[in-house]
């Protein structure tokens, strides 16, 4: 896949900027004289986007600041130290991508693509609806508030009902719920104070999140990117995808994902993400004391796809994606791309979608499965279906998506029981989760369970707690 980049010569009658050949990218993204650097994509393949920020952040000067901007299709994408099981109905995902909506009103939108990206923090829901923000700068100048101010500003810029936008303790961009009938008319409010609003305090409702933050830092860079909900069309569907039936029986090492109410900025405006996209420039040119005039109108439309501009110290481009890999992003793109239902591959789309699968699912930090209270996991769980016998068990401890121990039996005798744990212990051990395709079948094959009713019972249930 290749990238490419164009602006026009002329941006204002003012102002013209040196123009450059995508061919050059690679040269003119590292050179040092590129402090400021601006860009935007119209690709919406949150692969493609996540590898561009990958780039961005090995190849960028370490003095350099850098602001991305982009939209990516339905995606459910979960952070570096997270687990999917336990964050996503998987479920639904593969519903989704098989066109099954009978079962999950849900999956109704179509292939939703699952990813982890290479940054801590929680899971998100990526759409149309949203547009996705990354910004660069060198550790020295980096606080986890930093950014999100910039954009709280940029949203008040923009719109003004987005007045009531503040920067929370959790470093969240929210919402507060209120009126202007409520507030004190003696009562002051500086726009600029990006962590009050007018509304904060009131009792019309719970701040509705509208942004996150996650974070990667390195030695020389640091990174922060959060996804701001504008006017997404998938609201109501966003929690079905996010409630995974796993949740009550699982116990992970990790990160686990913070919930809060959500809400979109805005509704009925036609263009949002261009509007927004181009006060976030303006911000970002404010923060840093560069001219940005005219480059956000430009990125919004008024440019093609085969160059770079610089002029200064600041380069900018709009980026699209082709057929062609361009070197450093393609490989990105094979660690972070995952296919989970490809029927009939070859050789080789197998060892990528291996590859892919291990990045997904054997990155997760250790976790236990029970169904009952264990010493690890002392918590309350809810009953197993009633098809099951009181005596059925299930515990599995997995490291690295592969079960290291684990004990299931049905039977009420404990000697029984003892054997079947055993039996199951020997086919598993070793075996890793997503490789399981059915569970039902997996506990027919042993012979161990003398009960085949109950063998599939447990099975059905064992799929659906893992999204098979």
Sequence with gaps: MRLRWSVPFLISQTRCYSSHPASSLEDL??????KHQIYVSRSNDPYVNLSIEHFLLQKTPPDSNV??????RPSVVIGRNQNPWLEVNLGILKASKRGHTAQHDASALGDVLLVRRRSGGGTVFHDEGNVNYCAICPPAEFTRDKHAEMVVRALRRWSGPAVNARV?????IVLDQGSWDLVNPDASFERSETHESPFQGQSAGPPLKISGSAYKLTRLRALHHGTCLLASPNLGSIHAYLDSPARPFMKARGVESVRSPVGNLCSGEEQPNIAFEESV???FGALHGIKTSGIGRTLGGTMGLDELCSDNGVVFGLLSNTHEESSDIGKGLAELKVTLLVPNISDRLTAMLLQSRAWIYSQTPQFILSSHPCAEDPRKRPPLPSTLPPSARVYLKIKAGAIIN?????????DIANVEAGDMHRLLDGKRIYDIQDWRGL????????????????GSWMNKVFGR
Excluded at 67 to 72: D, E, R, S
């Design 29 to 34: 993204v590292s050179n040092p004289a590129s």
């Design 67 to 72: 602001l991305f901007l982009y939209t990516n």
């Design 168 to 172: 929370n303790e959790r470093h969240d």
């Design 281 to 283: 420039i303006a911000e």
């Design 406 to 414: 684990s004990r299931i039996c049905v039977s009420e005798d404990a």
């Design 443 to 458: 506990f027919q094959q042993t012979g161990a369970f003398q009960n085949s009713q109950v063998v599939s019972k447990l």
